[in-house]
């Protein structure tokens, strides 16, 4: 038992059982100790006013009064207009944003509401709103709440979901946990599970990411921190722990935010075999085979190696599971490291048979024509890749060649940053001319970058960026 507890003690430092979302929280509004760090406040009338320049935010106030109440705090870097709505039902209502140079970045919306069942009693509901990066700005008319919500929520207020709690047998005691259904750039997006510790409604001081949540952590930019779903809830939930008995819990989200990411390690290096080999078709299928039964053999050499580490644990108590979960987490991220260094993408195209593209599933698509060939670039909804064909209309309009340009620098357009823009392609004698918009993951700001891939015949080469500029 003396080694299980070390084991224990080494694997999960005993601290907090979580850090809350919003730690540092100070009033920004005249009349009421402003802090000084305060770029913004909120004045006794209910227009959001620049401390400096004077200037409002919306001409049109927040409509404040008894049922109605209104707070504007500052978080770090970020801001937090706070409403409390009991005209109908009770209501809270967060407005997350960043003010920088006179600009407004839009965060996040968190809306809880208090309902009634018949049949099981009160309980919370609500949303969170995430952005898609794009500018904002207040409609003419509308408060800056009611245009943030038109922004980020759209009609999903008047479509209430209720989303079934799934950590209610976790939390500490006399917790409330809410789950929502998530929107991103107004579409339903998965659902999300709020903690508020030692409270039995939602309070902004006391919220707390358990999944799905994207945390707005502290930061030194205005820009929307994001980072790979399954592993803000390993990471953020589970960092902390005060507890042995919630060990099981945080073990088995480890576990399962390594196999996720061992999946995808797994399905990406199969995408780059079929990529790379589209001109030796049978030896690209010979090398997803060999890839395939190498993934089998392993997962059971891992499945049969990690319960020996917990072999001197009584099998079926919480101890064991932990100690198996830690290992198959352990060798699940070495494995992908692996297999992401196996078959680098290639930044240059291969020639081609044929590339053929689900026109049904085309968002964007575009030509230009470079001496005897003609040069198409097309996206494709879910795919943040743009795909580059070189085309020779004298012969029946075949594909002499194609690339899908999915990274920059490394890092993946579809998991690697916050947010991808493509703008402004255009086809020139030297290559697809393009702006690149990056939002990285922990990032300082938004890249603008103007790139071209240059192409030399059919030849397709790799994307090449001058320096960005910051927004």
Known sequence: MKRLFLLLMLSFPLVAIASPMFPSLQACAKGKGIDKACALSLDKNGYIVDVNSGKKLSDTAEPMGTMNSYALYRDGNRYIL????????????????????GKVILERIYIFSLDIDMKSGPYWHGYDCRP???????????????????????DAESEPVRVKDAVSATIPEKSLAVSVPAYTAKL????????????????????????????????????????????????????????????????????????????????????????????????????????????????????????????????????HVTTVNSCITRMSLERSA???????????????REERVDLGNVRRVGAGRIGAFVVRHVRTFGDQCLGIQVLAPD???????????????????????????????????????????????????????????PLRGTEIGELNCAQPSKE
């Not at 898609?132 to 245009?147: G, I, N, P, Q, T």
């Not at 692996?338 to 081609?352: G, I, Q, R």
């Not at 823009?421 to 020139?428: F, R, S």
């Open 395 to 453: 012969a029946s309009w075949k594909v002499l060649s194609f690339s899908n340009v999915c990274s920059f620098e490394g890092k993946s357009f579809n998991d690697g940053y916050a947010y991808v823009g493509i703008e402004d392609l255009k086809v020139a004698s030297d290559g697809v001319h393009l702006r690149l918009e990056l939002t990285p993951l922990r990032s300082t700001g938004e890249e603008r970058r103007q790139c071209v891939i």
């Open 338 to 352: 692996y297999l992401d260094k196996t078959l680098p993408e290639s930044p240059v195209a291969h020639p081609a």
């Open 132 to 154: 898609d990066a794009r500018a904002f700005a207040v409609l003419a008319d509308r408060s800056f709440s009611e245009s943030a919500m038109e922004a980020l929520c759209g």
């Open 188 to 319: 339903r997006d998965g659902a999300s599970t709020y903690v508020f510790s030692e409270s039995d409604e939602p309070e902004l001081s006391k919220m707390v990411c358990f999944s799905n949540c994207l945390p707005v952590a502290p930061k030194q930019s205005q820009t929307v921190n994001a980072a790979p779903l399954n592993e803000v809830v390993a990471q953020d939930a589970c960092k902390e722990i005060s507890a042995s008995q919630r060990l099981d819990l945080c073990a088995e989200i480890a576990r399962k935010a390594a196999d996720s990411k061992l999946n995808a390690s797994y399905k990406n290096l199969m995408a780059r075999f079929e990529s790379q080999y589209q001109v030796e078709p049978e030896q690209g299928k010979a090398f997803m085979a060999m890839t395939k039964d190498s993934q089998r053999a392993w997962i059971k050499l891992r499945d049969t190696n990690c319960p020996l580490e917990a072999i001197e644990i009584e099998p079926g108590v919480a101890a």
């Open 82 to 101: 706070d409403n409390e709505n009991y005209s109908s039902a009770k209501t809270k209502r967060w407005v997350v944003f960043g003010y920088e140079d």
